[in-house]
């Protein structure tokens, strides 16, 4: 489908939506691997908007918690400058392999990609302040209202918060409000909402995309 076939139904939507991201065999490839590995990769509108973002903020300082085959890491390169560098964090070793085989297929110089192993909540704390452009986070729900408090700390002015699966639908229709996660889907979008410091914006891309820039 092209931008320029009327959208018929809501699968229609998505193709319509990946209209915009121009996905070439790597970023095929790493989607293949990613869904093969049961890791869930970003949709392809998400792509599309990380790319957006990136490109927007002119980001050279990145951080992602969620590796994964690299799907997330790729977009958000191909918006970022030449010389920016991705440092993505995941706890799964194997994930983190066949990603570095991944940007290397993308012809990305090593430097331009820091792939730390380990929890995000373990990880981030030692990373810089005022720092990162752009901070996306995809994993580990629980840990969201954390990741929050991390992101406020780490990001320039100006700097932007992605954080995925915000409309996760089997979470927020969950009858039983004591699950985990769809507290914790709540507890970090009352948060966001309610901090004068962020101006938010949720974007019904994927699973829910809440974007939320940091005050100059
Ligand atoms: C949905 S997948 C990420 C997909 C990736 N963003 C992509 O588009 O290819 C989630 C990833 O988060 C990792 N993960 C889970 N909990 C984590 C945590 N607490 N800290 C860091 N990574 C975590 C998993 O190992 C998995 O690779």
């Known amino acids: 489908m092209t931008p320029e076939t009327p959208i018929a139904d809501a699968d229609a939507v998505q193709d319509y939506v990946a209209a915009y991201l121009a996905q070439d ?3 095929a490839a790493a989607r293949a691997r990613g869904v093969e590995l049961g890791c869930a990769p970003i949709s392809l509108g998400t792509g599309a908007a990380l790319r957006f973002l990136t490109t927007a903020l002119q980001a050279r300082a990145v951080v992602e918690v969620g590796t994964g085959t690299g799907v997330s890491g790729l977009c ?4 970022m400058a030449p010389d920016g ?3 993505s ?3 799964d070793p ?5 990603a570095r085989r991944i940007f290397a297929d993308a012809s990305l110089p090593s430097g331009r990609t820091r792939l730390i ?5 373990e990880v981030l704390p030692r990373l810089a302040d005022g720092a990162y452009d752009l901070m996306f986070v995809g994993s580990a729900i629980t840990d969201y209202p954390r990741y929050l408090e991390e992101a406020l700390r780490l990001l320039r002015p100006g700097g932007v918060l992605v954080l995925d699966n915000m409309l996760d639908r089997e979470l927020l229709t969950d009858p039983d409000t004591r699950d985990p996660e769809a507290q914790a889907l709540l507890e970090v979008a009352r948060a966001v909402r309610s901090d004068e410091r962020l101006a938010p914006l949720l974007l019904p891309l994927g699973d829910g995309l809440l974007l ?3 005050a100059p």
């Open 85 to 87: 560098v991705l440092t």
């Open 212 to 214: 939320a820039a940091k």
């Open 117 to 121: 192993m380990g929890r995000g909540l």
């Open 76 to 79: 958000l390169l191909r918006g």
């Open 94 to 98: 194997e994930y983190q392999r066949v």
């Open 25 to 27: 065999e790597v970023l």
């Open 89 to 91: 964090i995941d706890v």
